[in-house]
């Protein structure tokens, strides 16, 4: 068996040559590619350098630098005639030819346009006008004759009860026994009770405004030091709440006006030790004033209910003298005022009658020197409509002004309407305006006088600067409007875009507005940072915040840890960010 097998045919492929059994044939194989392998290895740790920086993004950057910058503000507006002119029709007609053209400089009496007949409004308003007149006049030749039936009348009635008085007095007089006592007494009375009346009033008064803590209507005899108590309470209170809200904020760490960047611990201390003397000092006068004001309060409710009781005592006495002189008790003296009254009642209708007739003697002398205006009137407007229906054939519409035509709102074969701009022209010689919104901070920067650079002024024929500030309209609106003076070569309507001027300063860092960043905590720039590395320097994206100092077209002053001659990011082949590290592009 083993014979059979060992003597069996092989297959050519598994019988070797010579060469392949020699073992310096395959160390020369491994050798040739280990070889290929270490060379292969050493191209590519050669090339990782370069293959890395393709991937990397591609920056572009500006040294920083110092010197002066001059900040601009950049706003645009609509160039606007500081008057214009319209040029209106008062009837209906219909346009026939245009003689000028939008842009058109036209001179005073020049011929605008040309037009057609048809229906006159002047005329027809001019007939109606003539109608309203006539009808006026006839109505004024139909008014009433004065009447004096009721003011006569009105006269005998006051003549009787004048009468009727004088016979009451008289009547009186005879009866009159020894009175003047009672009138005495009366009279004392009365003066009593007005006394104790204005008392009970003025200490009213002074209780409410205790109990208000609002003195205004109280009686200055009675307050005594009360309001110097209250005036030094309000003054304790404003100086600690003050004092506390400064603490507050002193406290909390916010950044303010009165507390800026933060505060130490020795002004915090020092604050609270302020805030607490000045509560206590309010303590004292609150507590002052309190007790002042609840004495006086006791001190004033005694004091009311004397004088109440005197009120009602005084009160009875008088009314009863009165009620005496009703059933029959009578004053001489008030019958004699009461002559006196009903005299002057009918002296007064005696004049207002006479003043009445005088009055109406003069308006009838107004009626007719009316009627004689109305009738003039009238002459006058049958004139005018004589004077329209000969000016009916009129086709020529000349310009009133000079200036230029700024716009055009017709065309030929056009019917007019009354009172609507036909043709505006704007009177160049009265200038115009550009009005430019800005916001409020940036508005402190500027002063009116200030000339500004127009941007787009191709012609460089025009000039503009700043004749007013104006706020805007609107409770949440943080913008003001800048006026301009525009003159020169400019035209109304036209856009332009103007520079303004904020003054010059020195900076010790100006870096390109392109390098400016924003995020949420602020304003920062990406400065490139260097690292040495066995193939090369790598370079890194660094973040710097920094505060925006001034800015004109192209470059913004700033401060913050960054110096003269570092390296900026102005621009980069992708987004960036703080750390990455990036490709210098080259130059």
């Known amino acids: 068996m083993n014979e059979t097998t060992s003597n069996e045919i092989k297959d050519p492929k598994d019988i070797k040559s010579p060469e392949e059994r020699d073992p310096r044939r395959r160390r020369e194989i491994i050798k040739n590619i280990l070889i290929i392998f270490l060379a292969v290895l050493l191209v590519l740790t050669f090339c990782s350098n370069t293959i890395m920086n393709r991937s990397l993004a591609e920056i572009t950057t500006e040294r920083t630098s110092s010197g002066k910058l001059t900040e601009r503000i ?284 005088a009055s109406d003697d003069n308006a009838s002398k107004i009626t007719n020197l009316d009627l004689e205006a109305k009738k003039k009137e009238i002459e006058k407007q049958k004139e005018k409509i004589a004077k329209l229906k000969e000016k009916a054939d009129t086709t020529e519409i000349k310009s009133k002004y000079s200036g230029v035509v700024s716009s055009i709102n017709i065309k030929p074969g056009d019917e007019t309407v009354p009172d609507m701009p036909l043709i505006t022209i704007d009177l160049a010689d009265e200038g115009y305006t550009v009005q430019v919104s800005v916001s409020s901070d940036k508005v402190m920067k500027v002063k009116k006088g200030t000339a500004a650079e127009i941007v787009n002024n191709w012609s460089g024929k025009a000039e503009a600067v700043l004749t007013d500030i104006k706020n805007e309209s609107g409770a949440n609106s943080r913008s003001k409007t800048l006026v301009f003076s525009v003159t020169g070569d400019v035209s109304s309507g036209s856009f332009l875009d103007l520079s303004i001027p904020c003054g010059s300063g020195s900076y010790d860092a100006i870096v390109p507005k392109s390098a400016v960043r924003q995020d949420n905590n602020g304003s920062f720039v990406l400065t490139v940072r260097s690292k040495s590395s066995p193939l090369g320097n790598r370079y890194y994206a660094e973040k710097v915040s920094v505060e925006v100092l001034a800015s004109d077209e192209v470059s913004s002053a700033v401060s913050g840890n960054i110096m003269n001659g570092d390296f900026v990011i102005t621009t980069s082949s992708r987004a960036i960010a703080p750390g990455d590290q990036v490709r210098m592009k080259d130059k």
Do not use: C, H
């Open 74 to 357: 950049r706003g645009s507006g609509i160039v606007e005639s500081n008057q214009t002119y319209d040029v209106t029709l008062s009837g209906n007609y219909t346009v026939d030819t245009i003689m000028v053209k939008s842009g058109k400089e036209v001179k005073k009496d020049d011929v605008l346009f040309t037009v057609g007949k048809g229906e006159n409004a002047d005329l027809t308003a001019a007939e109606d006008a003539l109608a309203a007149l006539e009808l006026d006049y006839q109505k004024a030749l139909l008014a009433m004759p004065a009447d004096y039936s009721s003011e006569n009348q009105a006269i005998a009635n006051a003549r009787a009860d004048l009468q009727a008085a004088i016979n009451k007095r008289d009547n009186a007089a005879a009866s009159q026994g020894d009175q003047q006592a009672a009138k005495d007494a009366y009279n004392n009375n009365k003066s009593e009770l007005n006394y104790y009346t204005r008392m009970q009033s003025k200490l009213q008064a002074t209780i409410s405004a205790i109990d208000s803590d609002e003195y205004s209507g109280a009686a200055p005899e009675y307050t005594g030091d009360l309001i110097r108590l209250k005036s030094d309470y309000d003054t304790a209170s404003a100086d600690y709440n003050a004092a506390f809200s400064l603490y507050t904020q002193l406290l909390s760490g916010n950044d303010s006006e009165e507390n800026p960047g933060g505060a130490s611990q020795e002004v915090i201390d020092e604050a609270q030790a302020d805030a607490e003397e000045k509560e206590a000092a309010r303590n004292d006068a609150r507590d002052a004033y309190e007790s002042a004001k609840y004495d006086l309060r006791s001190w004033l409710l005694s004091e009311l209910e004397t004088a109440e009781y005197n009120v009602d005592y005084f009160t009875g006495l008088v009314n009863s003298y009165e009620s005496s002189q009703t059933t029959g008790f009578t004053d001489l003296d008030m019958l004699e005022e009461d002559i006196k009254a009903k005299q002057r009642t009918l002296d007064d209708l005696i004049t207002a009658l006479n003043k009445t007739k």
